[in-house]
């Protein structure tokens, strides 16, 4: 039926009843119940404030069911996704500014875009360009980041990112040691506890929304959250005015210095363009201008690690309040004036990347929470999509599309197996790519199928994409209703929610798998891993690392096929003479050639076929075994020419056997059949030994005619 091709949701109703329906509602709230509180924990890894997620998990989940193929796939904000976003859109703004959320919404549709494109040219088939080791090494890695990422929402502690992961985890752990905020460890620790109880003893009850509502309830009624907005003459620290000024020159001198890039960005862009048009080379003024950006580049760095000082100076700060009605006064921690009576609580400067209002100065008395989430459903925009941010853009969506996708068919492929129903990929490739485009229109970032929402849905009986559809309705009604309830969930519950997803991404034995199948297949993957772990947050190093070295081992596969001496085996049958320490024939060469004859491996063929020449003084007689030659291109027709020409020359026998249907057509077609004769061309390789044997030991020339000790004497008629 056409109209299902379009629109594959109209499938759905083929049988469909109301038992089903119910099936589906039940499926569609469970998934909900899971889906609001990690999609906002997700939003977060994405460097995007947490009400995000919930636009996220808006319309993505229905639009891809509507337009997939899987029935029981759940969409939306996932892990992996959300932490490649942010790594990737860090270095063009900062995270949780106006302009990163902007980005990350055009991120999405970009994202989308290029996977509908896919789907569309019926393309699914690039994501295999992306092997298991490979993917496996930077899911291991992914997973580490990921977990470790949170670990400073556990101890409640505030530090800049560094230019790698590993460098911000050294800082998070200075900063535990310096003071880790207890109640805050202690939320984050009970969040996991919960999950990890209810997931082994209960795995029928939704653990993350458990998790969220016990420590939300407890934090709502502890006070967890204790902010305070006060003045700056409030701090009795000497010369803490100037510290906050001088740190707000150097913030807003990076946001002077990045305005002024950005300006001379846009004018070597049109330079560019006008010199393209022109094909003229790079004029004095372009040299110029892309000179000033790289000393604007080194001043904006040197300002960012000076903030960053200043920052940490003001973050180590620890204060006690003197509470008198509603006035606050704090003073140093480890210099409180004899006679005064504090409250005896650790009070610290919240501190962002943003300039500090000396009259609005927020010390922090408690745990952080997810505060306020706007009302209502986001505003449905078309992203502000240039082509200078298209392409800007495209490389790390590219990446981002084969992961997500690859996350996602995998899951769909594995509920398809146990639901009997058929995946196509291309079209799952449109519902997803369908999902981002008009997720972006509705303020999401990018999104792709979930593991663990998934297995959700099929466990609680999913029938179709309905529950998918339900799923978004409760995610309406929450944006609609009910977010002033998550005002006070913890964000060591959101940070421990992201460490018990990621948990199951961990699988080391995919590394001794892959080791134990091809000693290259286990190296890459390792190396994949670590050079993941080592450039993170800058994840696609892995990947195109993995890449090359995937496509390298392919093409030296590819250009040094087997190309195996036959011989006769104990039990009657040709098998490799190397491998199974074979005698082989003084006379005949039966050789076997593993891989398709073209140009990257013609020449490996003749230098074989010489070698084999020279370890046979005796040889007359060369038959080349074609069954696994299952194409020949032009240049591999030109070397086996060549071959049959030097053979010829030397007064050498040369045949074939087996040939496969395309390859006997190019012989046709370029007269080497011709060449050759049809008298040398056998259908298998059993009966030409059998005929090349009677044309050799026929031939008074030898002294041995009789060849006794021949290991292919079975085939020499009685």
Sequence with gaps: MFLAKIFPFLLWFKGYKGESFKLDLVAGITVAMVLIPQSMAYAQLAGLPAYYGLYAAFLPPMIAALFGSSRQLGTGPVAVV???????????????????????????????LFQFSLGVLRLGMVVNFLSHPVINGFTNAAAIIIASSQFSKFFGVYVDKAPHHYETMIRVAKAAFDFTHMPTLIYAISAVTIMALLKKFAPKVPNVLVAVLITTVISYFTGFNNDKTVDVSSLKVAGISTQIQEFNAATNLIEEHGGNRAALGNVIDNLNAAESSAHGGASIELIKIESEVRILTSHMDQAKEQAHLLRKALRDMKFEAVIDGDNYSFYPQNDIPAGITTDGNTWRLKVKNRPLDSTSIVLMGGGAIVGKVPEGLPTLAMPDLTPKTFFKLLPTAIIISL???????AIAKAMAAKTGQKIDANQELIGQGLANIFGSFGSSYSVSGSFSRSAVNLSAGAVSGVSSVITSVMVVITLLFFTPLLYHLPQATLAAVIMMAVIGLVNIKGFVHAWHAQKYDGIISVLSFLVTLYFAPHLDKGIMVGFVLSMGVFLYKSMRPVVAELSLHEDKVLKSAEHYRLKGCR????????????????????????????????????????????????????????????????????????????????????????????????????????????????????????????????????
């Design 403 to 409: 992961l997500g996708f690859m996350e996602a068919i």
């Design 587 to 718: 006379h005949i060469s039966v050789v076997r050639f593993d891989g398709s004859l073209f140009f990257a491996n013609a020449s490996y063929l003749d230098e074989q076929v010489a070698k084999f020449r020279t370890d046979h003084p005796d040889l007359r007689y060369i038959l080349l075994c074609a069954r696994g030659i299952n194409d020949m291109d032009a240049s591999g027709e030109e070397a086996l020419s060549m071959i049959v020409d030097r053979l010829r020359a030397a007064k050498l026998g040369f045949a074939m056997s087996s040939v496969k249907g395309q390859v006997m057509a190019v012989m046709e077609r370029t007269q080497l059949l011709d060449k050759i004769g049809l008298d040398n061309i056998y259908s298998d390789t059993e009966s030409a030994v059998a005929d090349i044997i009677t044309k050799v030991h026929t031939n008074t020339d030898l002294p041995d005619k009789g060849c006794n000790n021949c290991p292919l004497t079975k085939y020499i008629p009685a």
């Design 82 to 112: 959300s932490l490649m976003s942010a790594a990737s859109l860090e270095p063009l703004a900062t995270a949780g500014s106006p302009e990163f959320i902007a980005y990350s919404i055009v991120l999405a549709l970009v994202v989308g």
